[in-house]
């Protein structure tokens, strides 16, 4: 297997409050990895450098066996942030049209994957609308068209399903895991929702700046003897304090 | 193409910003036609009360538009009631003259104007007595300009000044909004996860905001010049060229300070730390008179470049060679800007 991503002994601290402390990640080609855990447990941060849009104080990140932060790798990395950043002003067309002519995309290149992102996330028939008559979950489905658009190797999602209802919940798992099948993507997905977490090939729950426990769901599942993901979740968390 | 796409995607929401565009493009026009009238308006008519006042003396103050009263007696009082802006009075062979000085700019004109009377007066019943005086006023003082002429208003001095201080005020802000409505959305964040570059992103809104820029630029100086009949002695393509580089500063300058700003009112707030202070050396004051200190402080703001050589080209028609020190510094200006931008970017990401 080849490894997609390798965080070796990350540690990242804003000021005195340590956020992340010595951080060791494997994640292999091809893998829904999922980071459970409380809100301000890291998690937007760990995704951010991976991204490269921060710097570790300490240790090393790669992707795709290029050190982070690297430019180049950006083209290979579909990132959707945890807030919707989008120009309101503009419609949804030109919010894809935008970010679409900021890789290395030719022209009809770009007609496809905006047609594919947009019927993806089932937003075809409002995208000449402008962006700030959307709704919550209409805004959260263009940024994850947006995250597609330049068909990249490694899909880095904070908290994408937020807002979104469960029936289109459904169908953008049911794409996320055809795109890891069948294209043999690497999605990273941080997530509340206990049941998107049974869903990831492996889940690493992350609190207070360290990785308590990782594994399969099923593995996580037994070693907590519980069936239920919410208790996984609970009983980590407890262990700890 | 990654510049080309965001300079298009800056341009697309101004256009759609109708309030911003009209702030760009007609308030500056608004606020130059008030000053406009403001400072152009004819004096007030001086009202002066006479007593026992020699004929002669009162048709010379006639002559010079003042509104002159009889009176038989008057003291201060008279001069409340009846509104007047003085009082002349002969007493024991001498004139002494009462201001009401509510106002002192209206009480120096007076002033001044009673005196000069006066010694035309004295000088007509010296030289001639027989010469009516408007000959003798006829042969006054043959007065030359060596900038502007007789007709040279506050404003026309003024004007070029206004000119560049609107351009840099207006471009400072919306560019410096642009920007930071771009952090404060999140959007900057998100386009640095894209593999665009902090120079392409400087140089996307220099290009972006600059079109505006100079868009503003040719509409206010055609106006000032064609509409309101601004003094323009000089090139009209030199005073675009000074003003398209103080719009370059103002931009780079608007975009550098909004990293600094977490809000839309904290960019505000630095209206009065950035911009205010650059008027008070743009010329508007005499800067010849100030403390040596303070005038250094005048060669630090951007404005003051600007003014000199807007005043330079449009009031007394320098041409481009003698304004290229002040091209200079504001070329120097925006370069270190610039710069100090691609720079602060960094909080975003490191490459």
């Keep these: 297997m080849n490894y997609s991503i390798a965080i070796n002994q990350v540690s990242k601290s804003f000021g005195k409050?340590?956020?992340?402390?010595?951080?060791d990640l494997i994640i292999e080609e091809g893998q829904i990895y999922g980071f459970i855990g409380p809100s301000g447990a890291g998690k937007t941060t760990l995704v951010k450098m991976i991204v490269g849009m921060d710097t570790p104080d300490a240790g090393t990140i790669h992707v795709l066996n290029e050190k982070m932060p690297n430019l180049e790798l950006l083209q290979e990395i579909g990132y959707m942030a945890q807030s919707d950043a989008l120009y309101s002003e503009l419609t949804g067309m030109e919010n894809l049209k935008f970010f679409a002519s900021l890789y290395k995309l030719n022209k009809v290149e770009i007609k496809e994957r905006i047609s594919y992102a947009a019927n993806l996330v089932h937003l075809t028939t409002e995208l000449n609308q402008r962006v700030k008559a959307y709704s919550g979950g209409m805004k959260r489905r263009l940024s994850l068209a947006i995250a597609l658009i330049q068909n990249p190797k490694i899909l880095i999602l904070d908290e994408p399903t937020v807002g979104i209802d469960p029936e289109l919940r459904l169908s953008i798992w049911n794409e996320l895991l055809r795109l890891k099948n069948e294209e043999g993507k690497t999605i990273i997905v941080t997530t509340h929702v206990m049941d998107e977490a049974e869903r990831c090939d492996f889940v690493a729950m992350v609190r207070d700046g360290v990785i308590l426990t990782r594994g399969t769901p099923e593995e996580l599942k037994a070693h907590y003897q519980v069936d239920n993901f919410d208790e996984v979740f609970l009983k980590a968390g407890r262990k700890d304090s | 193409?990654?510049?080309?796409?965001?300079?298009?995607?800056?341009?697309?929401?101004?256009?759609?910003?109708?309030?911003?565009?009209?702030?760009?493009?007609?308030?500056?026009?608004?606020?130059?036609?008030?000053?406009?009238?403001?400072?152009?308006?004819?004096?007030?008519?001086?009202?002066?009360?006479?007593?026992?006042?020699?004929?002669?003396?009162?048709?010379?103050?006639?002559?010079?538009?003042?509104?002159?009263?009889?009176?038989?007696?008057?003291?201060?009082?008279?001069?409340?009631?009846?509104?007047l802006d003085g009082l002349l009075e002969v007493k024991n062979e001498k004139l002494e003259l009462t201001l009401q000085n509510s106002d002192p700019s209206i009480a120096k004109a007076l002033q001044m104007k009673v005196n000069q009377s006066v010694s035309l007066h004295a000088q007509s019943k010296f030289l001639n007595p027989?010469?009516?005086?408007?000959?003798?006023?006829?042969?006054?003082?043959?007065?030359?300009?060596?900038?502007?002429?007789?007709?040279?208003?506050?404003?026309d001095v003024l004007s070029p000044v206004l000119v560049g201080f609107f351009v840099f005020f207006f471009v400072f802000l919306i560019s410096g909004i642009g920007l930071l409505k771009e952090r404060t959305t999140g959007t900057l964040e998100r386009l640095m996860s894209t593999p665009i570059r902090r120079g392409e992103i400087v140089t996307a809104y220099l290009v972006g905001f600059g079109i505006f820029a100079v868009i503003q630029t040719v509409i206010v100086v055609l106006y000032s010049i064609n509409v309101l009949d601004m003094v323009m002695v000089g090139s009209v393509w030199n005073v675009i060229l000074i003003?398209?580089?103080?719009?370059?500063?103002?931009?780079?300058?608007?975009?550098?300070?909004?990293?600094?700003?977490?809000?839309?009112?904290?960019?505000?707030?630095?209206?009065?730390?950035?911009?205010?202070?650059?008027?008070?050396f743009a010329g508007i004051f005499p800067l010849e008179g100030m403390a040596d200190w303070l005038q250094s402080i005048g060669k630090i703001m951007p404005i003051y470049y600007a003014a000199d050589a807007l005043k330079g080209v449009m009031y007394k028609g320098l041409h481009l060679t003698d304004i290229s020190g002040d091209l200079f510094a504001l070329v120097v200006f925006a370069t270190i800007f610039i710069i100090l931008n691609i720079f602060a970017l960094k909080k975003y990401r490191r490459l």
């Design chain 2, 243 to 280: 003003n398209l580089l103080l719009a370059l500063v103002a931009l780079s300058l608007g975009t550098l300070l909004s990293s600094f700003a977490a809000s839309e009112f904290q960019m505000v707030q630095f209206i009065p730390i950035a911009v205010i202070p650059q008027v008070f």
């Design chain 2, 130 to 155: 027989n010469t009516a005086p408007v000959a003798i006023q006829k042969k006054n003082i043959d007065t030359q300009y060596v900038y502007g002429n007789s007709e040279t208003a506050f404003f």
């Design chain 1, 17 to 23: 409050k340590v956020v992340l402390n010595q951080i």
């Design chain 2, 1 to 83: 193409m990654r510049t080309v796409a965001l300079i298009k995607r800056i341009c697309q929401e101004m256009l759609r910003d109708k309030r911003t565009l009209a702030l760009l493009f007609v308030a500056p026009l608004i606020i130059l036609t008030l000053m406009y009238f403001l400072f152009n308006g004819n004096t007030v008519d001086l009202k002066l009360g006479v007593v026992n006042v020699d004929n002669s003396l009162e048709k010379i103050l006639e002559e010079a538009n003042i509104n002159v009263i009889q009176y038989d007696t008057a003291d201060k009082e008279t001069i409340v009631v009846e509104d």
